[in-house]
């Protein structure tokens, strides 16, 4: 009778087998691998992102679910150790989903642990009106007041020339906003600004893993993730991200530790207790504290500092996720080789399309990027391709997303376009009209809501696929 480590290799072997024979469709596009399905022109579908995984995902998957820990466990120890060192960030803290992330991380700054810095009802955090709620979401949540800057249509980030218009002393407490479609935002100025008034910074890198920033008020010193600028990031693992784990996200602490502990009681149900699933007593004092107006010598599992969540993925997740962040270097490269060739390929169609640029590019070439030789620099991993129907054409948005979807090409506006309009924004004015509030008159951020739309360039897309878009794109622009 064969052993179980026997056995484990064998189902781990027939694994890798099954995988290969079964997901040939979700192969990175760039390898080329032999036996992946043949691309049909108009029935292949050409999504705008998906899934891109081998046989190391399934069978690292596997592995974990055979060795049954389940809950977060030593995967999610060992990812998040990688996930803190590609980064260069003190901690990265593992959960659910994105959304979750973005919950946690602006909750953790309305502990009372905090301080005189604690965000409170009331206070205003500055944010981006164009983009995904939940980045927005935590703020309300948590009673406090969203402001929102105006949208730059070249750059799909925030206009930071009204961010002192925003600012309220006394008031305004923090800025959390998207690198959008893996674009940094401007974090010189951002950074700057922060520091001037001592306000927290959130960067929500959920659709930027791998992108680099290139500062100026640091020249000579090498470039940095985004997601590494701020007191707190966020990271997405969901499936159309830069890498995934079914679901999931992450929290990542970029420098001061106390945030660790305020982001796992949160995730973790509100408890004061720091000690790991399946750990009891790491403060050896478990029966001697006395908090709140418990008894002394209380359980210290079982009192809860903060009103929490349960927010932790699954060690399977993790799992997946360690095999996946070996391919992350590779999936960037291949996010930004795939958006400059739909650039290029669509580039005699700029009298249709407005393009979108790299935060700080002053133009783009076919050899690439025009930056100001002085001045701070943004390498992108690409999220999605951007493009902007030009007011006045032939063809509107909508009638090219239509067009494209009858041609089987996937594509997305650009999330919740001008959130400042979107029903839940509207109600809350309505009902509360000092519960948000806007700077500037959202013109850039409606212009995105009406006229943008992005198509994938995610690591999954084939040169045969990308060259369908475009010749798909030039038809319909050429007819009208």
Same mark, same amino acid.
């Given at each position: 009778?064969?052993?179980?480590?026997?056995?484990?290799?064998?189902?781990?072997?027939?694994?890798?087998?099954?995988?290969?024979?079964?997901?040939?469709?979700?192969?990175?596009?760039?390898?080329?691998?032999?036996?992946?399905?043949?691309?049909?022109?108009?029935?292949?579908?050409?999504?705008?992102?998906?899934?891109?995984?081998?046989?190391?995902?399934?069978?690292?998957?596997?592995?974990?679910?055979?060795?049954?820990?389940?809950?977060?466990?030593?995967?999610?120890?060992?990812?998040?150790?990688?996930?803190?060192?590609?980064?260069?960030?003190?901690?990265?803290?593992?959960?659910?989903?994105?959304?979750?992330?973005?919950?946690?991380?602006?909750?953790?700054?309305?502990?009372?642990?905090?301080?005189?810095?604690?965000?409170?009802?009331?206070?205003?955090?500055?944010?981006?009106?164009?983009?995904?709620?939940?980045?927005? @979401?935590?703020?309300?949540?948590?009673?406090?007041?969203?402001?929102?800057?105006?949208?730059?249509?070249?750059?799909?980030?925030?206009?930071?020339?009204?961010?002192?218009?925003?600012?309220?002393?006394?008031?305004?407490? @923090?800025?959390?906003?998207?690198?959008?479609?893996?674009?940094?935002?401007?974090?010189?100025?951002?950074?700057?600004?922060?520091?001037?008034?001592?306000?927290?910074?959130?960067?929500?890198?959920?659709?930027?893993?791998?992108?680099?920033?290139?500062?100026?008020?640091?020249?000579?010193?090498?470039?940095?993730?985004?997601?590494?600028?701020?007191?707190?990031?966020?990271?997405?693992?969901?499936?159309?991200?830069?890498?995934?784990?079914?679901?999931?996200?992450?929290?990542?602490?970029?420098?001061?530790?106390?945030?660790?502990?305020?982001?796992?009681?949160?995730?973790?149900?509100?408890?004061?207790?720091?000690?790991?699933?399946?750990?009891?007593?790491?403060?050896?004092?478990?029966?001697?504290?006395?908090?709140?107006?418990?008894?002394?010598?209380?359980?210290?599992?079982?009192?809860?500092?903060?009103?929490?969540?349960?927010?932790?993925?699954?060690?399977?997740?993790?799992?997946?996720?360690?095999?996946?962040?070996?391919?992350?270097?590779?999936?960037?490269? @291949?996010?930004?080789?795939?958006?400059?060739?739909?650039?290029?390929?669509?580039?005699?169609?700029?009298?249709?399309?407005?393009?979108?640029?790299?935060?700080?590019?002053?133009?783009?070439?076919?050899?690439?990027?025009?930056?100001?030789?002085?001045?701070?620099?943004?390498?992108?991993?690409?999220?999605?391709?951007?493009?902007?129907?030009?007011?006045?054409?032939?063809?509107?948005?909508?009638?090219?997303?239509?067009?494209?979807?009858?041609?089987?090409?996937?594509?997305?506006?650009?999330?919740?376009?001008?959130?400042?309009?979107?029903?839940?924004?509207?109600?809350?004015?309505?009902?509360?009209?000092?519960?948000?509030?806007?700077?500037?008159?959202?013109?850039?951020?409606?212009?995105?809501?009406?006229?943008?739309?992005?198509?994938?360039?995610?690591?999954?897309?084939?040169?045969?696929?990308?060259?369908?878009?475009?010749?798909?794109?030039?038809?319909?622009?050429?007819?009208?």
């Amino acid at each position: 009778m064969k052993s179980p480590s026997e056995l484990k290799a064998e189902i781990l072997r027939l694994t890798r087998e099954y995988s290969v024979a079964a997901h040939r469709a979700n192969l990175p596009g760039y390898e080329n691998a032999a036996g992946t399905p043949e691309f049909l022109p108009g029935t292949t579908p050409v999504r705008y992102a998906g899934r891109v995984f081998t046989a190391d995902e399934v069978e690292a998957a596997i592995s974990s679910t055979l060795d049954f820990w389940l809950t977060l466990g030593p995967e999610g120890d060992e990812f998040e150790r990688e996930l803190a060192g590609f980064l260069g960030v003190k901690r990265s803290i593992l959960v659910n989903s994105g959304s979750s992330a973005n919950l946690l991380a602006f909750s953790a700054l309305t502990s009372h642990k905090l301080g005189e810095r604690q965000i409170r009802p009331g206070d205003e955090v500055i944010t981006c009106a164009a983009g995904f709620p939940t980045t927005v @979401a935590p703020i309300v949540q948590n009673g406090a007041v969203p402001v929102f800057l105006d949208s730059d249509p070249n750059t799909l980030n925030a206009r930071l020339d009204l961010l002192e218009e925003a600012f309220v002393p006394g008031k305004s407490k @923090a800025v959390m906003m998207a690198h959008t479609l893996g674009n940094p935002f401007d974090l010189d100025v951002i950074t700057a600004f922060c520091e001037k008034h001592g306000l927290w910074l959130i960067e929500d890198n959920c659709d930027a893993l791998g992108s680099l920033y290139f500062s100026a008020r640091q020249p000579g010193l090498a470039p940095r993730p985004t997601g590494t600028f701020g007191d707190l990031s966020t990271q997405s693992f969901y499936p159309p991200h830069h890498l995934t784990l079914g679901e999931g996200g992450a929290v990542n602490v970029i420098r001061d530790m106390k945030f660790k502990v305020l982001v796992e009681s949160f995730r973790d149900w509100g408890r004061d207790c720091w000690c790991a699933s399946g750990h009891e007593n790491t403060c050896k004092k478990r029966f001697g504290w006395q908090l709140g107006e418990l008894p002394e010598g209380y359980d210290h599992k079982y009192i809860y500092s903060h009103l929490g969540y349960n927010l932790k993925p699954l060690d399977i997740q993790a799992a997946i996720g360690r095999a996946q962040l070996k391919k992350l270097g590779a999936f960037g490269e @291949a996010r930004r080789r795939n958006w400059h060739h739909l650039r290029s390929g669509l580039d005699p169609l700029t009298e249709f399309f407005d393009f979108q640029l790299p935060t700080h590019a002053r133009d783009w070439s076919n050899a690439g990027f025009v930056w100001d030789p002085a001045g701070p620099k943004s390498q992108p991993s690409w999220f999605g391709f951007m493009l902007r129907t030009r007011p006045g054409g032939p063809f509107t948005r909508t009638e090219l997303a239509r067009w494209l979807e009858s041609k089987n090409i996937g594509t997305r506006m650009l999330f919740g376009g001008n959130l400042f309009r979107q029903p839940a924004f509207v109600e809350l004015r309505r009902a509360r009209p000092d519960a948000l509030r806007a700077v500037g008159n959202l013109s850039g951020a409606d212009e995105i809501m009406n006229t943008a739309l992005f198509i994938g360039v995610y690591p999954g897309l084939t040169t045969a696929m990308i060259d369908y878009m475009i010749d798909t794109i030039t038809q319909f622009a050429r007819s009208k």
